[in-house]
């Protein structure tokens, strides 16, 4: 999934992922109801953050990782289409799998 923009900094593009649409026991959940998930796919990483020095250090997320964030972490955007998400690397809690 290629979009056409590039992240400044230490931000991370992520995707989220959707919500279960039904509880274990079979319930299905209406959209009102569910809770906007907090696992998502990144899609770009920008080149890192600079320290006190200037040296860059890269980040350690990229793209394609499976991440879990904060439930209010990043900014909403809509990008070539897509519902997006550009949050900082440290809004992001760890990656899974």
């Keep these: ?15 989220r992922l959707e919500g279960e649409e039904k509880t274990k026991g079979g319930i299905i959940i209406p ?11 990144v899609i770009a990483v920008g080149p890192g953050a600079r320290d006190d020095a200037g040296k860059l250090n ?5 793209a394609g990782d ?3 964030f904060g439930k ?3 900014t909403e ?9 550009i949050m900082k690397e440290s809004d992001i809690m760890g990656i899974v799998g």
Aim: glycine share 6%.
């Design 72 to 74: 209010w972490s990043g």
């Design 31 to 41: 959209d009102t109801a569910k809770e906007k998930p907090q696992e998502g796919l």
């Design 58 to 62: 890269a980040l350690d997320v990229k």
């Design 77 to 85: 955007v809509k990008i070539d289409g897509q519902d997006l998400l």
């Design 1 to 15: 999934m290629a979009i056409n923009f590039r992240p400044l900094h230490d931000r991370v593009v992520v995707k």
């Design 66 to 68: 499976r991440v879990l």
